[in-house]
T-cell receptor, first 111, second 116 residues
């Protein structure tokens, strides 16, 4: 039972363009959502989060959008840079508890 | 300003041996979470602990796995009688104690366990 899904295993974007990573969830109890970035052989690095009471949160080049009715969130990175190449995980939680992760999307930024 | 620390970074065990993985949370953090990542998969929750208490162990296998977070010292994830299927990356995360808030979890670099 995959409660958090990232349906695109990989995404390739040209440097300077916008990267859009998508995530869907099924559990209506989730009220806090996070995006993590992961390089090989390292731990996930927190990027940005959003509470269910908001529909958008922005931090520099990163913006997360939440559509509660569609149970969908997305991460926008603009402009994309070569250092953004990594695996991106979305995660959700019903409170100060365990995170439920998606399978990840491998983002490649091409020069 | 040290982050979450895990050791060892790499651990090799033969089938039947015990594996002990350690996690020191960020300073000021009193919540610890353990996750496991199998190859080509996302992270899966194992256990959530506060000092001297296991809060949620719903993701822990019923046998051979145990976790603790003592009053003093790091959190320990212990795997007894390891099997090849235990080979994975084990990540620890920590968050601060802020009553009523959902806190971001910050991850350590992980321990890569290989069972021969």
């Amino acid at each position: 039972d995959q409660q958090v899904k990232q349906n695109s295993p990989s995404l390739s974007v040209q440097e300077g363009r916008i990267s859009i990573l998508n995530c869907d969830y099924t559990n209506s109890m989730f009220d806090y959502f996070l995006w993590y970035k992961k390089y090989p052989a390292e731990g996930p690095t927190f990027l940005i989060s959003i509470s269910s009471i908001k529909d958008k949160n922005e931090d520099g080049r990163f913006t997360v959008f939440l559509n509660k009715s569609a149970k969908h969130l997305s991460l926008h990175i603009v402009p994309s840079q070569p250092g953004d190449s990594a695996v991106y995980f979305c995660a959700a939680t019903p409170g100060a508890q365990k995170l439920v992760f998606g399978q990840g999307t491998r983002l490649t930024i091409n020069p | 300003n040290a982050g979450v620390m895990q050791n060892p970074r790499h651990l090799v065990r033969r089938r039947g041996q015990e594996a002990r993985l350690r996690c020191s949370p960020m300073k000021g953090h009193s919540h610890v979470y353990w996750y496991r990542q199998l190859p080509e998969e996302g992270l899966k929750f194992m256990v959530y602990l506060q000092k001297e208490n296991i809060i949620d162990e719903s993701g822990m296998p019923k046998e051979r796995f145990s976790a603790e977070f003592p009053k003093e010292g790091p959190s320990i994830l212990r795997i007894q009688q390891v099997v090849r299927g235990d080979s994975a990356a084990y990540f620890c995360a920590s968050s601060p104690l802020l009553a009523g808030f959902t806190d971001t979890q910050y991850f350590g670099p992980g321990t890569r366990l290989t069972v021969l």
